[in-house]
């Protein structure tokens, strides 16, 4: 599975933006999708993630009721809709997809984007 993501660019805190992570390869209708973040000089962090039909969602405290995660599985492409954003979400988010274990826990990604930068200005 190859996983692209794309949709990252610069904006005014309050603002909003939508990621979008397009997979190729083996069918990805299968694959829990994952969102993640790395700002600089911090550690990754677990954002938000759906299973594999879409029924379930889990979203990190710090963007909880701010950010939406959906999934098309007939045009294989996951979304992270990013409202209200805030200057402490710059950092480049990173698509990961993975087929065992739950959606709700951070490991077991097996396959990964390049990132995008998100840059969100005071």
């Known amino acids: 599975v190859q996983l692209q993501a794309f949709g990252g660019g610069l904006v005014q805190a309050g603002g909003s933006l939508r990621l979008s992570c397009a997979a190729s390869?083996?069918?990805?209708?299968?694959?829990?999708m994952g969102w993640f973040r790395q700002a600089p000089g911090k550690e990754r962090e677990y954002v938000s993630a759906i299973s594999w039909s879409g029924a379930g969602t889990y979203y990190a405290d710090s963007v909880k009721g701010r950010f939406t995660i959906t999934r098309d599985n007939a045009k294989n492409t996951v979304y992270l809709q990013m409202n209200s954003l805030k200057p402490e979400d710059t950092a480049v988010y990173y698509c990961?997809?993975?087929?065992?274990?739950?959606?709700?826990?951070?490991?077991?990604?097996?396959?990964w984007g390049q990132g995008t930068l998100v840059t969100v200005s005071s």
């Open positions: 990961a997809a993975k087929t065992h274990g739950g959606y709700w826990v951070d490991y077991g990604y097996a396959y």
């Open positions: 390869g083996r069918s990805s209708s299968s694959y829990s």
